[in-house]
């Protein structure tokens, strides 16, 4: 490497370098690690709410009968085997473990997302089983005097109030999840890190494709914030509508008995 002077490093040189990289083939190295990066990352977590949200059912419902129970030991050792272990770990156990045993013959970009979509489904079950403790037991009552199972409803009545009160910490989930796929270069996904990792060229010239790929990360992060933002206040605003609504029903009633 070329130095200006005594630890300087050359700026103007390498910055050179890496927009001869970024023209030559480099934007399509970026425009493919984008689309993957953002593939595992809403796949996984879509995989993760769904399957976050079954397993926090499981946790809460009552245990008088055998299977309850049983289902409620299993869902705690997938838990904490999830949350206990590094993603990294866990892509190395599927790709160099798993899927040689057992014959699997799946793309690497579709274990990325496997591997995403159960380790968010362990942390978002957690996040669930919170937002489904902060609804009133009352609910639960009421639709069980309806006449309503307890799976219908905990997914109509309790599960769509204990997303409303989750949707923040969901969305740190989902950031979470983004910056995590910087790890599944391991299993030779082409991710945002492997593309500005291989613009650093024979040279090793590192500095400015990091921070350039840095930029890229924060700007997905503000995105993914401000799309969260814009989700509360939708629905707080369809909570104002509700109440107003039910205020003005319930003052008509008692005006038409005046």
């Known amino acids: 490497m070329r130095y200006k002077g005594k630890n300087m490093i050359d700026w103007q040189e390498q910055w050179a370098y890496f927009v001869r990289q970024w023209t030559n083939n480099g934007y399509k190295m970026f425009l493919r690690g984008l689309s993957n990066t953002c593939k595992i990352a809403i796949l996984g977590l879509i995989i993760g709410i769904i399957l976050g949200a079954v397993i926090a059912i499981i946790r809460v419902m009552p245990?008088?009968?055998?299977?309850?129970?049983?289902?409620?030991?299993?869902?705690?050792?997938?838990?904490?085997?999830?949350?206990?272990?590094?993603?990294?770990?866990?892509?190395?156990?599927?790709?160099?473990?798993?899927?040689?045993?057992?014959?699997?013959?799946?793309?690497?970009?579709?274990?990325?997302?496997?591997?995403?979509?159960?380790?968010?489904?362990?942390?978002?079950?957690?996040?669930?089983?919170?937002?489904?403790?902060?609804?009133?037991?009352?609910?639960?009552?009421?639709?069980?005097?309806?006449?309503?199972?307890y799976w219908t409803t905990m997914v109509k009545i309790v599960l769509p109030q204990a997303i409303k009160n989750i949707i923040p910490t969901l969305g740190n989930e989902f950031i979470a999840l983004m910056k995590d796929t910087s790890v599944v270069n391991i299993i030779a996904v082409d991710d945002l890190y492997r593309a500005f990792n291989l613009m650093g060229g024979?040279?090793?010239?590192?500095?400015?494709?990091?921070?350039?790929?840095?930029?890229?990360?924060?700007?997905?992060?503000?995105?993914?914030?401000?799309?969260?933002?814009?989700?509360?206040?939708?629905?707080?605003?369809?909570?104002?509508?509700?109440?107003?609504?039910?205020?003005?029903?319930?003052?008509?009633?008692?005006?038409?008995?005046g």
């Open 63 to 149: 245990k008088y009968k055998l299977i309850p129970r049983i289902l409620d030991k299993i869902s705690a050792v997938y838990v904490a085997f999830f949350r206990g272990t590094p993603i990294l770990v866990q892509l190395i156990i599927v790709h160099y473990i798993l899927k040689p045993i057992f014959g699997f013959s799946v793309s690497s970009i579709i274990e990325a997302i496997i591997v995403f979509g159960l380790n968010s489904g362990a942390y978002v079950s957690e996040i669930m089983r919170s937002g489904i403790n902060s609804v009133d037991k009352g609910q639960m009552e009421a639709g069980r005097s309806l006449g309503l199972g």
């Open 202 to 257: 024979s040279k090793y010239w590192y500095i400015i494709p990091y921070l350039v790929l840095a930029i890229c990360y924060i700007v997905l992060v503000l995105i993914i914030a401000g799309l969260v933002k814009i989700i509360e206040k939708v629905m707080s605003k369809s909570d104002k509508k509700q109440e107003k609504n039910s205020k003005s029903k319930g003052f008509g009633k008692v005006s038409q008995k």
